[in-house]
Each structure stands twice: as structure tokens, then as C-alpha cells.
């Protein structure tokens, strides 16, 4: 079992950056895949980014790409997500997940476990 705490939300102004931290607890962290969601208010929880368990492969969001990195510290259990440029649109409650299944579309419904989320907010 996976235990998820995010932290780094906060109110930024448009162009700013943030980045989340994901923090595990537990030895299997390195064994699960990871991902980032995000939900905005009024919204369906959707995929932003993901990794695979070794960090060597990721897949983004197209209205994130180049803008937003995700990453993992397996020696740290610890997963990132950089987040540059922010605009408006990207305010959301950002979730960290865990999960056995990897693809570049992934789903909710395919991570096992989550965290409780920290509230990004983006002034225009």
C-alpha cells in the first residue's frame, strides 16, 4: 500500500511558475507508475501528466505539454510536477496517483491509490 501527501499549491499570477511535490510513504513506491490530475471546479478530474516506474518515460496533456515537467525521486519517494507559464485556465485541485498500468491516456480509474490534493490558483 501507497500513502500520498502533495504539497506546493498556492496562488500565482498568470506566467508564474509552482511546483507540486508528491511525497510517499511505503517501500513499493518505486514499483508503481505515477500520475498527476488535476480537477477545476465544475470539472471532470483529468490527466496531466504521467511516468513510468523508472522515470524514463512520460506522457503529457497536449494543453501542458512543453509548459508543465513531471519527475520522481525513487530514492526520495518523491514525484514532481513543474509547473511553468501558468495561465488561468490551470487552476484546478492537482491530485498525485499511483498506480500498475501505464499508457499514454491514462484514466483514474486505473490508479490505485491517491492523495488528498493541494489547490493551485492562477490570477490573470
Known amino acids: 500500500q501507497v500513502q500520498l501527501v502533495e504539497s506546493g499549491g498556492g496562488l500565482v499570477q498568470a506566467g508564474g511558475s509552482l511546483r507540486l511535490s508528491c511525497a510517499a510513504s511505503?517501500?513499493?513506491?518505486?514499483?508503481?507508475?505515477m500520475g498527476w490530475f488535476r480537477r477545476a471546479p465544475g470539472k471532470e478530474r483529468e490527466f496531466i501528466a504521467t511516468?513510468?516506474?523508472?522515470?524514463?518515460?512520460?506522457y503529457y496533456r497536449d494543453s501542458v505539454k512543453g509548459r508543465f515537467g513531471i519527475s520522481r525521486d525513487n530514492a526520495k519517494n518523491i514525484l514532481y510536477l513543474q509547473m511553468n507559464s501558468l495561465k488561468p485556465e490551470d487552476t484546478a485541485v492537482y491530485y498525485c496517483?499511483?498506480?500498475?498500468?501505464?499508457?499514454?491516456?491514462?484514466?483514474?480509474?486505473?490508479?490505485?491509490?491517491w492523495g488528498q490534493g493541494t489547490q493551485v490558483t492562477v490570477s490573470s
Open positions: 511505503g517501500r513499493a513506491f518505486s514499483t508503481y507508475h
Open positions: 511516468i513510468n516506474q523508472n522515470g524514463g518515460s512520460t
Open positions: 496517483a499511483a498506480g500498475r498500468r501505464y499508457g499514454s491516456d491514462p484514466v483514474p480509474s486505473e490508479y490505485d491509490y
